[in-house]
Every structure is written in structure tokens, then in C-alpha cells.
């Protein structure tokens, strides 16, 4: 049998993080949940399949920390970068398209369909 796909989710709302683990995970799936990208950069020699990624951080106790593009930006130095799905709870277009061509995968906006959202969008990248 095939490994389980291990999916990482990085999100500094605990609600959130619950939210993906819950809609994604499944007998294929593992998911694996961080609340700061530094959390997700380290363990990228685990080689996940996919990656969902907050696009905004609080900083933490007088610390800066990476934001979801800074993240992604570092994810995609690695050799074989896994697709990444960026989560915001900003509509704005100006982002979407910058993150779009930065070589993101997808975007989904964190509202009342975020789950639905979410698992046809990691379906859609599975299927691939």
C-alpha cells in the first residue's frame, strides 16, 4: 500500500488549524498542523505532499515572524517543493494575483464555505 499523503497545515488560529485537520484528514491523509511557518520550514524534510499556509501571522511575544508569502517563498527553494494552498481571510484581488504569480497553487478565503472549499480544492490537486 501506498504511503498516507501528508498534508501540513500552518495556522496561528487554533480554530482553524481544527477546521483542516478535520475536513482533510482521512485513512490517505495525514495532516500534520504548525502555528508558524519557521514550525513548517523545519520539518520540511518530512517532504509533505501539499502544504495549506496562512497568508497573515501575528507576531509572537516581541518576535517578527514570516508571513505566508515570506513562507512560500522559502518552501519554494526546496528541490521539489510541494504544491501549496494559501488561506486568507483577505478578498484582495491585488494579493490573489501577486501570490498567483508567485506560483501558488490556490487560494482559499477563510469564510462560511472554507471547508467545502478547501477539500475540493486539495481533491482537485490529488487528482492532478
Known sequence: MDRKKLIFAVDDDPLIL?????????????????????????ALRDNPDLIVLDYFFQNKENSKVLNGKEIFSKIQEHDNPPPVIMLSGQEDGDVVLELARMGINDYVIKDQSLSENLREVVNEIFEK
Open 18 to 42: 481544527t477546521i483542516v485537520k478535520k475536513e482533510l484528514e482521512t485513512e490517505e491523509r495525514e495532516v500534520r498542523t504548525f502555528q508558524y511557518g519557521e514550525q513548517c520550514l523545519n
